[in-house]
C-alpha cells in the first residue's frame, strides 16, 4: 500500500521560511506529477506547485517567485521550499501523487497534511 508522508510544516514570523517534505513509501512503478495544495479554513483547496516528469513546474500566482517545488525522484519524494511567507500563507498543505501503481493502474495519492502557520 502506497502512503504519502509529510514534514517540515511549523510556525513563523511573516518574512520566514520553511521547506516541506513528502515521500512516498510502498511500491509504486512510478510517478508522473508531484504537487502541493493547501487548503485554509473555509476555503477551497487549491494547487500550489506542481512538477512534472519531465521537469515542467507551475505554481500558482500567489506564490511565484517565493515558492520553490523540486523532486527526487529515487527518493520519491517531493520538496516545497517556501521563503517570505505571509500571513496569506498560512493553511494545511497536502502533498500529491499522480503515479502508476500497477500496469493499467494510475492513481492519485494524498498526504495527510502539514500544518503551515505565519504569524504578522
Known amino acids: 500500500q502506497v502512503q504519502l508522508v509529510e514534514s517540515g510544516g511549523g510556525s513563523v514570523q511573516a518574512g520566514g521560511s520553511l521547506r516541506l517534505s513528502c515521500a512516498a513509501s510502498?511500491?509504486?512503478?512510478?510517478?508522473?506529477?508531484m504537487g502541493w495544495y493547501r487548503q485554509a479554513p473555509g476555503k477551497q483547496r487549491e494547487l500550489v506547485a506542481a512538477?512534472?516528469?519531465?521537469?515542467?513546474?507551475n505554481y500558482a500566482d500567489s506564490v511565484k517567485g517565493r515558492f520553490t517545488i523540486s523532486r527526487d525522484n529515487a527518493k520519491k519524494s517531493v520538496y516545497l521550499q517556501m521563503n517570505s511567507l505571509k500571513p496569506e500563507d498560512t493553511a494545511v498543505y497536502y502533498c500529491?501523487?499522480?503515479?502508476?501503481?500497477?500496469?493499467?493502474?494510475?492513481?492519485?495519492?494524498w498526504g495527510q497534511g502539514t500544518q503551515v502557520t505565519v504569524s504578522s
Open positions: 500529491n501523487f499522480q503515479g502508476l501503481y500497477r500496469l493499467n493502474d494510475v492513481r492519485n495519492y
Open positions: 510502498g511500491t509504486i512503478l512510478s510517478i508522473n506529477v
Open positions: 512538477v512534472t516528469g519531465e521537469g515542467n513546474r
